[in-house]
């Protein structure tokens, strides 16, 4: 997490510590997508700790809910000299952690031309779900990820409802399609024809 130095209340800023090298820049001209293998688990991890055990205890899911970042991707990641930083959590929520992974695995389809639902993104997907198994096997942790990471593109139609609802027409214009997009990307995927990643 960004080290926080000055907080404007009233405007809703905060000043943060340098974070590092932005990750989309350390990756232009690679072609080794090997630094996702480190950084799923560790985002696990991170959801792990801040867990509300309050809310879990209430809704009794194997899996309680937690911190979503909702846009855990190389464009947010700066490397610090001591380690991954994360960045921007303006559109964090807090729900269900394995439905927080959908602009994740999009972008490794963009960034690394993964086939969606093709075993790059698999594989990617069990890193991610490693941690998780002290609360089930992987097996079930894969059940469970396919029953909530439709959830995730509710979110981001949510979110972009709540980015566009204050603007006016013009301002709103090229983005109109966002909401409707992640809406019709979720029934694509609870009818079978879009998958992880797409």
């Known amino acids: 997490m960004p080290e926080v130095i000055a907080i404007d209340a009233g405007r809703g800023w905060l000043l943060t510590r340098n974070a590092g090298p932005q990750l989309r820049e350390l990756l232009v001209g690679s072609d080794d997508p090997g630094i996702w293998d ?5 985002y696990a991890r991170l959801q792990l700790a801040p867990v509300i055990e309050d809310y879990a205890r209430r809704l009794g899911d194997t899996i309680p809910i937690s911190v979503i970042h909702e846009e855990f991707n190389d464009n947010n990641i700066h490397l610090g000299a001591e380690g991954p930083v994360i960045i921007d959590w ?7 952690p394995f439905a927080g992974l959908v602009v994740t695995m999009r972008g490794q389809v963009d960034r690394w031309g993964y086939e969606p639902g093709g075993p790059e993104l698999c ?3 069990d890193l991610y779900l490693e941690p998780w198994t002290t609360f089930a096997s992987l097996p079930e942790l894969v059940d469970l990820f396919a029953l909530a990471y ?7 139609a949510l979110a972009w409802d709540r980015i ?3 603007l006016d027409d013009s301002d709103r214009a090229d983005f109109n399609h966002t909401v409707p997009g992640w809406l019709e ?6 009818e ?3 998958t992880l990643g797409t």
């Open 164 to 166: 566009l609802a204050p």
């Open 90 to 96: 303006a559109e964090a929520a807090v729900g269900h």
């Open 192 to 194: 079978g024809t879009a």
């Open 185 to 190: 990307v979720f029934l694509e995927t609870i």
């Open 150 to 156: 439709p959830l995730g593109m509710i979110s981001r």
């Open 123 to 125: 594989r990617l997907r």
């Open 38 to 42: 480190e950084l799923l688990p560790l």
